[in-house]
């Protein structure tokens, strides 16, 4: 069974400190997505990441792939207020259906 | 601009009632999926459809059904309304490389 796990499910943190929320998968896909979900509203992309080595920034954020450890890392540069969101991974099912497998969710809150 | 929308932002309905809740997207994307999303639970796959006509089960279909008649339109039906299918419901439709994301319709089942 595909299983996506992040760690950790909740995290607290300073304004201005950095920190990383990790993604393991267990399937061999190449392909993994990561979301933002503010509350009570949907997911929105953030990156898109297809293959290995693959390395992704957005201003604060930057999202790596390594494919070999089935491991994604989202790392938070000088976290600011405005961040304060859950953030999903998710993996495509690679039986070619589309499929995506999301994560449980890492629930950020940056304390000003 | 990618679009996928929902019909309805908020809903709320009695237990027993068939309730319709319709996504529509304007990318021409041939997947289209329906999760509902619970504290604690995550994302959850109900249905999702390949094509026109063609639909798939999920993880969690009981309860629910589909109907994909357009290639635009996918609609979730909720043959009769019961208190523990309250629940925010997203509805999703995929290219290649994307997953594009509705509003979310919240539900709630008196």
């Known amino acids: 069974e595909l299983k996506v796990e992040q760690n950790p499910l909740f995290l607290s943190m300073q304004e201005g400190k950095n920190y990383t929320i990790y993604c393991n998968y267990s399937t061999t896909s190449d392909r993994l997505y990561w979301y933002r979900q503010d509350p009570g509203k949907s997911l929105e992309s953030l990156f898109v990441?297809?293959?290995?080595?693959a390395v992704k920034q957005e201003g604060r954020l930057m999202a790596s792939l390594d494919t070999k450890a089935r491991l994604s890392t989202l790392h938070i540069t000088a976290a600011v207020h405005d961040l304060s969101a859950t953030y999903f991974c998710a993996v495509d099912d690679i039986g070619g259906t589309y499929k995506y497998i999301f994560g449980t969710g890492t629930r950020l809150k940056v304390l000003a | 601009d990618v679009k996928v929308t929902q019909s309805s932002r908020y809903l709320v309905k009695r237990t027993g009632e068939k309730v319709f809740l319709e996504c529509v997207q304007d990318?021409?994307?041939?997947?289209m999926f329906w999760y509902r999303q619970d504290p604690g639970l995550g994302l959850r796959l109900i249905y999702f459809?390949?094509?026109?006509?063609?639909?798939e089960k999920g993880d969690i279909p009981e309860g629910y059904s589909v109907s994909r008649e357009k290639k635009e339109r996918f609609s979730l039906i909720l043959e009769s309304a019961s208190t523990n299918q309250t629940s925010m419901y997203l509805c999703t439709s995929t290219s290649s490389y994307e997953q594009y994301f509705g509003p979310g319709t919240r539900l709630t089942v008196t």
């Open positions: 459809s390949y094509d026109v006509k063609m639909k």
């Open positions: 990441l297809l293959s290995n080595g």
């Open positions: 990318m021409d994307h041939e997947n």
